[in-house]
């Protein structure tokens, strides 16, 4: 079984800072990782993905996250946000293809001019 | 990316109606779909999963005759909220797995909003 769990509700930071949006995640098989992007009265539109090999894998819109096993963590990172970056994010696991993907509380992302 | 389109984007309709939501994949055949609720800021409740060909899996706690789940062809899912009331007002996502690759990556519809009066 899997589960998610994302850290914080909501995030807010300034125009051109880091963003850090935290995940953790729990599956008793290896993982596929996913983070999703919902802006408001939208779909879900991927961000980017782990599945195997390179542990830090880079997304569109300059997002990028790193899978790390020892601390059952997937967290989503960008070096500067942009105020186009406001919105909702999830992250997301899956055992595979035939699992149920499974998604976490998501995160609200702020950005302050 | 693949494309899954959800239509109508919006609907309104009166207590005790039926409305039917289409959910496609228009460059991909997908085997795999699946139904998702989600309520005012909160996170995406799997509803159920259709296969196609076959009857759809529902998750606990979703009323099957309520939430009619049809996969009919391997581009095209609907759901059907029967006898709708206000508390099925919600935002409604589809989604669906292609019939290749092994990523089990998810390609979303853009929603629904239902609005039952």
Same mark, same amino acid.
């Given at each position: 079984?899997?589960?998610?769990?994302?850290? &914080?509700?909501?995030?807010?930071?300034?125009?051109?800072?880091?963003?850090?949006?935290?995940?953790?995640?729990?599956?008793?098989?290896?993982?596929?990782? +996913?983070?999703?992007?919902?802006?408001?009265?939208?779909?879900?539109?991927?961000?980017?993905?782990?599945?195997?090999?390179?542990?830090?894998?880079? &997304?569109?819109? &300059?997002?990028?996250?790193? +899978?790390?096993?020892?601390? #059952?963590?997937?967290?989503? #990172?960008?070096?500067?946000?942009?105020?186009?970056?406001?919105?909702?994010?999830?992250?997301?696991?899956?055992?595979?293809?035939?699992?149920?993907?499974? +998604?976490?509380? &998501? #995160?609200?992302?702020?950005?302050?001019? | 990316? %693949?494309? @899954? =389109?959800?239509?109508?984007?919006? @609907? $309104?309709?009166?207590?005790?109606?039926?409305?039917? $939501?289409?959910?496609? =994949?228009?460059?991909?055949? %997908?085997?795999?779909?699946?139904?998702?609720?989600?309520?005012?800021?909160?996170?995406?409740?799997?509803? %159920?999963?259709?296969? /196609?060909?076959?009857?759809?899996?529902?998750?606990?706690?979703?009323?099957?005759?309520?939430?009619? $789940?049809?996969?009919?062809?391997?581009? *095209?899912?609907? *759901?059907?909220?029967?006898?709708?009331?206000? /508390?099925?007002?919600?935002?409604? $996502?589809?989604? %669906?797995?292609?019939? =290749?690759?092994?990523?089990?990556?998810?390609?979303?519809?853009?929603?629904?909003?239902?609005?039952?009066?």
């Amino acid at each position: 079984a899997q589960s998610v769990t994302q850290l &914080g509700s909501h995030v807010s930071v300034s125009e051109g800072a880091l963003v850090l949006l935290r995940c953790n995640y729990s599956s008793s098989v290896p993982p596929y990782l +996913f983070w999703y992007v919902q802006y408001p009265n939208q779909g879900l539109q991927l961000l980017l993905k782990y599945t195997t090999g390179a542990t830090l894998v880079k &997304g569109i819109n &300059g997002f990028e996250a790193e +899978f790390k096993k020892s601390e #059952t963590s997937f967290h989503l #990172t960008k070096p500067s946000a942009h105020m186009s970056d406001a919105a909702e994010y999830f992250c997301a696991v899956t055992g595979g293809r035939a699992s149920k993907i499974i +998604f976490g509380s &998501g #995160t609200r992302l702020s950005i302050r001019p | 990316g %693949a494309v @899954v =389109s959800q239509h109508p984007s919006r @609907v $309104i309709c009166k207590s005790g109606t039926s409305v039917k $939501i289409e959910c496609r =994949s228009l460059d991909f055949q %997908a085997t795999t779909m699946f139904w998702y609720r989600q309520f005012p800021k909160k996170s995406l409740m799997l509803m %159920a999963t259709s296969n /196609e060909g076959s009857k759809a899996t529902y998750e606990q706690g979703v009323e099957k005759d309520k939430f009619l $789940i049809n996969h009919a062809s391997l581009t *095209l899912s609907t *759901l059907t909220v029967t006898s709708a009331h206000p /508390e099925d007002s919600s935002f409604y $996502i589809c989604s %669906a797995r292609g019939t =290749s690759g092994r990523t089990g990556e998810l390609f979303f519809g853009e929603g629904s909003r239902l609005t039952v009066l």
